[in-house]
């Protein structure tokens, strides 16, 4: 990607969709060899190596799903992604919170938008800020390492409170 080309948003964005509709519909491990192909051939932009990377994720998990051993169903595809989300993203030692955002427009989500963190993940916080004292102490600012020490003396920060269980 040295003499990488250049996209406007509008191609950015057919491009994405037509990958993501191909992949949708990709039945056989010989037609997602030949999606493989044509996306390692294709000649990409920094945006489109990620659109052809999500593009060849969903028609991977779209072959299987259609295979004999597949059958994949949606609580199934949502633990795939939480199996995947450590791999992808920079998600550090104290677990990871997805919001849909949507969910403010119905009333009986509100739970979701209360400011709590379970027993569990509340732990993990403090023995991570626990760690990052013991070993990096001194070359942080002052700020930080008051905020890490509270949450060691288990001062809940931003608000937050326990959920009860």
């Known amino acids: 990607m040295n003499d990488t080309p250049s996209y406007t948003e509008a191609q950015l964005a057919e491009l994405r969709e037509a990958w993501i509709k191909r992949a949708k519909e990709l039945r056989t491990i010989e037609e997602f060899g030949r999606f493989l192909e044509a996306m390692i051939a294709f000649e990409h932009s920094y945006n489109t190596a990620v659109y052809a990377a999500a593009a060849l994720m969903i028609g991977v998990l779209r072959v299987f799903d259609r295979s004999p051993q597949g059958g994949l169903s949606g609580?199934?595809?949502?633990?795939?992604?939480?199996?995947?989300?450590?791999?992808?993203?920079?998600?550090?030692?104290?677990?990871?919170?997805?919001?849909?955002?949507?969910?403010?427009?119905?009333?009986?989500?509100?739970?979701?938008?209360?400011?709590?963190?379970?027993?569990?993940?509340w732990g993990a916080v403090k023995k991570r800020a626990k760690e990052i004292l013991k070993t990096s102490r001194s070359s942080m600012h002052e700020d930080v390492r008051k905020h890490m020490e509270s949450i060691v003396e288990g001062e809940l920060p931003f608000g937050f409170t326990v959920e009860k269980e």
Do not use: M, R
């Open 75 to 121: 609580f199934q595809a949502g633990a795939v992604f939480w199996e995947l989300a450590p791999h992808l993203l920079s998600v550090g030692k104290c677990g990871l919170k997805l919001v849909d955002w949507e969910l403010l427009l119905y009333p009986q989500y509100a739970k979701h938008f209360e400011k709590t963190i379970n027993n569990k993940a």
